[in-house]
């Protein structure tokens, strides 16, 4: 497949088709579009610049990251990931780095320096919608069901990544939204809190539309009997760190106010 470098330039992204160039693929479940860190390498950072995704899942960034000549960076908690990943960075060309990618935790990047990242890129779990390491590793977000106790790790992750980027760079985070016992869960708002209160300022709100979702079809025929509207967008945050003296007054206030 040809691929195709023309940005995105309005805050609904739609990709019924995916990227199939090297190794791009949609056998791990819960990976997203390479069109998605395509569209936000080239708009938010720069040949050399170092790449981040501290939740590396099959290692979609790192790829694109590759092909487009940065430096890349992968962390996963979980080894067989990691494993993934390695493999799908295995294709050749004409490329100046070669990704790093190792086993890991978000919620603590110590061998990171502060303020040394240009672009953070991460898609995390959408609570234990698809469990992941099916609870045989500790600590793995995909393996938690609780909204609260989910939210506290993603704070933790938040913190970790609000410390290693650059001043006024972007931290890029992909979340969808859940139900539970016939409500609307807005995890994704839930994160955009957390972020927030980490320091980050909210660049775009970009919604995400979802295709071929492979747990569709059974859901589609559950929305007569339950009365609920089917789930098929995702939030792409895209946040930036603020410079230290910088006067956030015309676009920030109290997040206690809003949730």
Not at 164 to 193: F, M, W
Request: charged share 25%.
């Amino acid at each position: 497949m040809e691929i195709n470098n023309k940005l995105e330039i309005t805050t609904v992204w739609s990709f019924p088709e995916r990227g199939k160039w090297e190794t791009h693929n949609s056998k791990y479940r819960g990976n997203f579009a390479p069109q998605i860190p395509r569209n936000l390498i080239l708009k938010y950072s720069k040949e050399g610049e170092v790449i981040l995704d501290p939740m590396v899942g099959s290692g979609t960034t790192l790829i694109e990251a590759k092909i487009l000549n940065r430096k890349s960076l992968g962390y996963d908690i979980n080894p067989k990931s990691v494993e993934i990943t390695k493999q799908n960075l295995e294709f050749q060309g004409d490329y100046k780095y070669e990704p790093i990618v190792k086993v890991g935790d978000a919620r603590n990047l110590s061998e990171i320096e502060d303020n040394t990242i240009d672009l953070i890129i991460t898609h995390p779990p959408y609570l234990n919608i698809i469990k992941y390491s099916e609870g045989t590793i500790e600590g793995d977000l995909s393996n938690i069901s609780n909204v609260e106790k989910f939210i506290k790790e993603i704070d933790k992750i938040a913190k970790e990544l609000f410390r290693v980027l650059k001043e006024n760079k972007y931290c890029a985070i992909l979340i969808g939204d859940t139900r539970k016992r016939g409500h609307y869960v807005p995890l994704s708002y839930y994160v955009l809190k957390a972020f927030l209160n980490n320091g980050f300022v909210l660049k775009e709100d970009i919604i995400k539309v979802q295709h071929n979702c492979k747990s569709t079809p059974y859901w589609e025929k559950q929305v007569k009997k339950y009365n609920f509207h089917l789930i098929m967008h995702e939030h792409l945050f895209i946040f930036r760190k603020p410079s230290k003296n910088e006067n956030l007054s015309p676009i920030k206030f109290s997040t206690n106010y809003l949730f």
